[in-house]
């Protein structure tokens, strides 16, 4: 059974560091691909794809926050470890960990599968 | 890559059918999926691969296209189908989402 479980801070306050961490059990990340995604949605608001890790350490960022992000991962532990440098009231949002099963093969590129609830941050003084 | 989805709302009556369009702004093969999510849970993966429905998802829904245009049908609304559903494209890095689309009952 595939599940994920996001854990952080619900309140950061403004300039602070957003650590989030993403514990998963059922899958490992394997050389088939398997990555796990951080994925965001501000309140009422559309989701945002963040940045994404493979089994061998490749990264994937957002470009518009790369500069504030940093994504690492803990195989011993099962954990992807999601950092945000320099918190914003408008990075308030909830952030969700997902799976994503595999690589593209023959052209067609799987999606995020298993999500976790979803971690309510907010931002604010 | 730019997805345009529409509409953003929808307002329909259970046993109607519905159906919602995301846009591409590039070809991205048949790499388009389909999630619904209701008020304060996660997204739930409907369809992959465009026309793929996932295990233990009814029938009623249905997605179709390639390169640049994708649908999401349902053909027959259920009380439970009213929700948000978005359209996601894995195949290109940044990897983006469609603004959502809220159906509401009528």
């Known amino acids: 059974q595939v599940t994920l479980r996001e854990s952080g801070p619900t309140v950061v306050k403004p300039t602070q560091t957003l650590t989030l961490t993403c514990t998963f059990s059922?899958?490992?990340?394997?050389?088939?691909?398997?990555?796990v995604g951080w994925i965001r949605q501000p309140p009422q608001e559309a989701l945002e794809w963040l940045a994404l890790?493979?089994?061998?350490?490749?990264?994937r960022y957002s470009p518009s926050l790369q500069n504030r992000l940093t994504i690492t991962k803990d195989i011993s532990k099962n954990q992807v470890v999601l950092t945000m440098t320099n918190m914003d009231p408008m990075d308030t949002a909830t952030y969700y960990c997902?799976?994503?099963?595999?690589?593209?093969?023959?052209?067609?590129?799987?999606?995020?599968?298993?999500w976790g609830q979803g971690s309510v941050v907010t931002v604010s003084s | 890559i730019r997805l345009t989805q529409s509409p953003s709302f929808l307002s329909a009556s259970v046993g109607h059918r519905v159906t919602i369009t995301c846009r591409a702004s590039e070809d991205i093969g048949n790499s388009l999926a389909w999630y619904q999510q209701e008020p304060g849970r996660a997204p739930k993966l409907l369809i992959s691969?465009?026309?793929t429905l996932q295990s233990g998802v009814p029938s009623r829904f249905s997605g179709s296209g390639s390169g640049t245009e994708f649908t999401l049908t349902i053909s027959s609304l259920q009380p439970e189908d009213f929700a948000t559903y978005h359209c996601l494209q894995p195949r290109a890095y940044p990897f983006t989402f469609g603004l959502g689309t809220r159906l509401e009952i009528e």
């Open positions: 997902a799976r994503r099963p595999g690589y593209c093969r023959r052209g067609s590129c799987p999606p995020f599968d298993y």
């Open positions: 691969a465009a026309s």
């Open positions: 890790i493979y089994w061998d350490d490749e990264k």
């Open positions: 059922g899958f490992s990340l394997n050389p088939s691909g398997v990555g």
